[in-house]
C-alpha cells in the first residue's frame, strides 16, 4: 500500500474514531491488502473490525477476520 493510500486509511479510521499509528497503521493496511481490498470498498462495519485485529495480537501475524 502506497503511502498515500496509507495517509487516507487513516483519515477514514479517524472519521469513524480510530486513530492507528505505526505499526497498527501498517498491521490494519496489511489486512486490507489481504482481503484485497481498498480501504474506500470496505464498509466502516469491517474497517472497526479491521481495527481491533489491528490492535489484537500484535506479536502474530492475524490477516483473517471471522
Do not use: P
Not at 21 to 50: C, F, K, P, Q, T
Amino acid at each position: 500500500m502506497t503511502q498515500e493510500k496509507k495517509e487516507k486509511l487513516s483519515r477514514r479510521l479517524i472519521s469513524l474514531g480510530m486513530r492507528l499509528e505505526g505499526e497498527r497503521l501498517d498491521r490494519a493496511a496489511a489486512i486490507v491488502r489481504a482481503h484485497g481490498a481498498n480501504a474506500e470498498e470496505i464498509s466502516d462495519m469491517a474497517l472497526l473490525s479491521i481495527c481491533v485485529e489491528a490492535y489484537r495480537h500484535a506479536e502474530k501475524e492475524t490477516l483473517q477476520i471471522v
